[in-house]
């Protein structure tokens, strides 16, 4: 018989975690920023309201030990990919950000 390492486990079951935390991750900003959605808003519902919070956690804590060049190429990808509104993603991120910086002075 094999003998079960839990070690191994604990790598696999860690991967689980980041890869789902990732996908929540991507989800909200694809729903934010992507080229279907309608400009940056947060009219997605709690459930990627938890879902922002809960991979925003594991993305520091876990994603850049893990897969730190794969997102870097991810990000690089999309924020040059551009939106049907003209200008690439990255502008319009920026864009937001500033407009978000101002209803704070």
């Not at 790598?11 to 989800?27: K, R, T």
């Not at 694809?30 to 279907?36: A, D, E, T």
Request: glycine residues 6%; aromatic residues 28%; positive net charge.
């Amino acid at each position: 018989m094999q003998e079960q390492n839990p070690q191994k486990e604990n790598i696999i079951n860690l991967n689980l975690i980041v890869s789902v935390s990732e996908i929540g991750w991507n989800a909200w900003w694809v729903l934010q920023f992507g080229p279907l959605s309608q400009g940056p808003t947060c009219r997605a519902g709690p459930f990627f309201f938890f879902f922002f919070f809960f991979s925003f956690f594991f993305f520091f804590f876990f994603f850049f030990f893990f897969f730190p060049l794969s997102f870097v190429l991810l990000f690089l990808v999309y924020s040059l990919y551009p939106s049907s509104r003209g200008g690439s993603n990255i502008q319009r991120m920026t864009h937001y950000l500033k407009l978000k910086s101002l209803d704070f002075k």
